[in-house]
């Protein structure tokens, strides 16, 4: 089996700062994705990518820049954070369309 | 039902009943996938279910996909304490980006 690690667990920043997520799988897949979690909300898609060094864009990516340098590994910029926000950022990878393996998540505060 | 912007829903039941979540789409599928986040924890897949099955079954969980009606429901059997959790139906939005549902809470006591 494999596993997805996101770092940082938690990230305390402060407005207008830029501040990156990162994730790392070592199940080989190709694809890749970026989801948003807020309270009282469903999962929303910031980024995907289905190889190395290929972004696509989802609904909420506004605010946000991805890169996916190899293929293990598939990073997150909030680039200007905003005053209290609060949200957990999901990262994701998947062999195909059946099914998709999620970490843990990294909490975001913004003070 | 969950899909769209509304808020999560909420379902409160004792261990030991039964319980049904729906799941309503817009886009046309043939494929529905089920997943259940934890709390603290990244969801996981628990069942997917394809047009040409009607309905799935998986230890106590039972699915169900209507294409027609372009609705799907999620049944646990016998729900324990640890079934405790955020229930999503997700299906494919074109290329490979699936997309989550509103999600359902839901809380066993024991």
């Known amino acids: 089996g494999g596993i997805i690690t996101q770092t940082p667990k938690f990230l305390i920043g402060q407005e207008g700062q830029k501040l990156t997520l990162k994730c790392q799988q070592n199940f080989n897949h190709d694809t890749m994705y970026w989801y948003r979690q807020d309270s009282g909300k469903g999962l929303r898609l910031i980024y995907y990518s289905i190889t190395e060094n290929d972004l696509q864009k989802g609904d909420l990516s506004e605010g946000y820049d991805a890169s996916r340098e190899k293929k293990s590994s598939f990073s997150l910029t909030v680039t200007s954070a905003q005053k209290n926000e609060m949200a957990v950022f999901l990262c994701a990878s998947s062999p195909n369309q059946d099914t998709q393996y999620f970490g843990p998540g990294t909490r975001l505060l913004v003070l | 039902s969950q899909w769209g912007e509304e808020n999560l829903q909420a379902l409160s039941i004792q261990e030991g009943e039964d319980v049904t979540m729906n799941c309503s789409y817009k886009?046309?599928?043939?494929?529905v996938q089920w997943y259940r986040q934890k709390s603290g924890k990244g969801p996981a897949q628990l069942i997917l279910i394809r047009s040409n099955e009607r309905e799935k079954r998986s230890g106590r969980l039972r699915a169900t996909l209507d294409t027609s009606s372009q609705s799907s429901s999620l049944s646990i059997t016998g729900t324990l304490a640890t079934d405790t959790a955020v229930y999503f139906c997700a299906i494919y939005q074109g290329g490979r980006a699936l997309i989550f549902g509103t999600g359902t809470t839901v809380s066993v006591s024991p």
């Open positions: 886009t046309y599928t043939t494929v």
